[in-house]
């Protein structure tokens, strides 16, 4: 018995997860006859937790989740007022869920704006700790970004206007390696084709063209038997993962017209962000995209969509990047078969065309059911 911590989420979250939870605990019963099954161990964050404790994220939630391996968690909404932190934010700072890892696949029947939507099957590791991304900046005029500007004009003789709004850009060898290591243990793992390393070293030689070079350190230094490089490639090498490195722009435009020639992505903080987003939109958007946020220690899987308060409690949300969630995480734990059965039933339910409203605007001829009715078609489905 494998023991997932989870959190219900704010918004849709409780619909989602309702539907949810019931498809992936059949997936697994009825895919294994050794008797195995997931416990769920509830922890509190968001509203539900506020209104039980007063606290949108008690440290009982923290700890437990610090001492755990796996976690399931629908969408928090960060609380409106002053001095709230997102509690997204807050949870993968001190879990240190330094990878953000979204596989983007295509399911047959879903219209795409790209001509080849099934040739997209790639999983975007993504740095998710530091970067521009992180935080670090100060307002313009503000006594601390004149303070830096100062500093900067004055010791290090670098001309930025004084009313400029400032943010630093850190990046590390340390952050960086074991975010491309993920990501080439990943490959290595599952026999896929190639690591890409996606940045904007031509121009930020120092931050992303650091990460590229410590990218193809990490490679060399410890996937010596397993990878090899693209120049090595033609030079008639032979290892099972090709490790490459593009520029974030020209990667955008590669995965529209190539997409065949792109498997595992490895990039950094912001340019993950962009290219995510974009690489579901070329398979149906958020509705069924899955991720996770990892430590070495803890995998808290999650959908990528927000608390959508607009359609909460109407019954029209898509649990579908929740349940491909739950599919992910299944695959995990080692349980592959299930989380098969999972995606071969979302398959064959789009195919049905009665689906959930965000999908059904991308598919003729489609039927609008809720959120409830899409969970029961594909646990009828498994
Ligand atoms: P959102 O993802 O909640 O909504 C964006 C759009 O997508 C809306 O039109 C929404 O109705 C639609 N949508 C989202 N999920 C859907 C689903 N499962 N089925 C059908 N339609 C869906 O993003 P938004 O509006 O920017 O954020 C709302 C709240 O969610 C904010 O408080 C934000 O902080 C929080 N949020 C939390 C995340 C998390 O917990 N990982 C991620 C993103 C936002």
Redesign the pocket.
Known sequence: MDTVLYIE?D??GPE?WAAARPVIDEAVSKTYTDGRKLEWLELLAGQKAFDQTGDYLPQETLDALASGTIGM?G????PVGGGFR?L?VTMRQVLDLYACIRPIRYFKGIESPVKRPDLVDMIVFRENTEDVYAGIEWASNSPEAKRLIEFLRDEMKVDVDLDAGVGIKPMTSMRSKRLVRKALQHAVDNKLPSVTLSHKGNIMKCTEGAFRAWGYEVAAEEFAETVMTETEAGNGGSKPVIIKDRIADALFQNVLMYPEQYSVIATTNLNGDYISDALAAQVGG??LAPGVNMSDQIALF??????????AGKD????G?LILSGAMMLRHIGWGEAADRIENAIETVIASKKV???LASQIEGATTIGCKAFGEQILANL
């Open positions: 989420g918004g849709i989602v968690k969408p928090l909404q960060t997102s997204n958020l509705g999650e959908a990528t969509h927000g608390t959508a308060p607009t359609i029209m949300a898509n649990p990047s959930t409203v965000d």
